[in-house]
């Protein structure tokens, strides 16, 4: 049996859109132009998606474990003085009967972040190897990523607001831990590893039967 057609793409007629004004134009043989609106920079593809996408995401891996094993808040009095990391403070939580917030801390603070990792590894993986199943699940899973990501700094608004509280007593303070440093450098490098692919080259080769 031949194989069935391809689709005729926006790339495949040397055309792209603006990624700042969303003017359609016509490129060059390079597939490189300005566009005549906004002078911005316009490429078929994101230069360098792949590259830079796992290059991000090495850095997240890596501090994923650290942001979860070093204290994100230090509070402390004139008596003592403690050091909680996300996982102790989710632990704290749901024994003090503050199972929903406890539950919605574990979902923005930990699960969210790896799941993230392991999604935008695996699209990562599959436009590298050319898969060529499932790429209209992969265009969702990928618009979800994008959706859900701005959540995990969840742990950090919460660290922020109680420093302002708890410091408004004087023989109290709260401050962040290099935990939260760790988790904020993860959500970083997840946002910036979700910006640099470009979920098109899932599209890249397509034809009807996909």
């Keep these: 049996m031949s194989e069935a057609p391809a ?11 603006c990624p700042d004004c969303a003017l359609v134009q016509r490129l060059g043989a390079d597939g490189r132009g300005r566009c005549p609106r906004c002078h ?5 593809r994101k230069p360098n998606s792949l590259p830079r996408t796992w290059a991000f995401l090495l850095a997240a891996t890596v501090l994923y474990p650290i942001a979860n094993l070093l204290p994100i808040m230090r509070s402390g009095n ?7 990391t996300i996982l102790s403070g989710i632990a704290y939580l749901w ?6 917030l406890a539950l919605v801390v574990f979902v923005a603070s930990v699960l969210v972040p790896l799941l993230k990792i392991i ?6 993986l599959s436009v590298q190897r050319h898969a060529r199943r499932h790429r ?19 742990d950090i608004f ?5 420093s302002a509280l708890v410091q408004l007593n004087s023989l109290a303070e709260v401050s962040a831990g290099p935990g939260a440093l760790a988790f904020a450098g993860v959500v970083v490098f997840t946002m910036l590893a ?17």
């Design 78 to 84: 004139l008596f003592n003085a403690q050091d909680d």
């Design 7 to 17: 689709f005729v793409t926006a790339a495949r007629l040397g055309l792209a859109s």
């Design 194 to 210: 979700s910006h640099s692919f470009d979920p098109r080259l899932i599209w890249d080769g397509a034809g009807r039967d996909d």
């Design 119 to 124: 999604a935008l590894s695996w699209l990562a």
């Design 40 to 44: 911005a920079f316009v490429t078929l």
């Design 158 to 162: 919460v660290v922020t607001l109680l």
């Design 136 to 154: 209209r699940q992969r265009t969702h899973l990928y618009r979800l990523v994008e959706l859900v990501g701005r959540w995990s700094m969840l």
């Design 95 to 100: 024994v003090s009967g503050s199972w929903p």
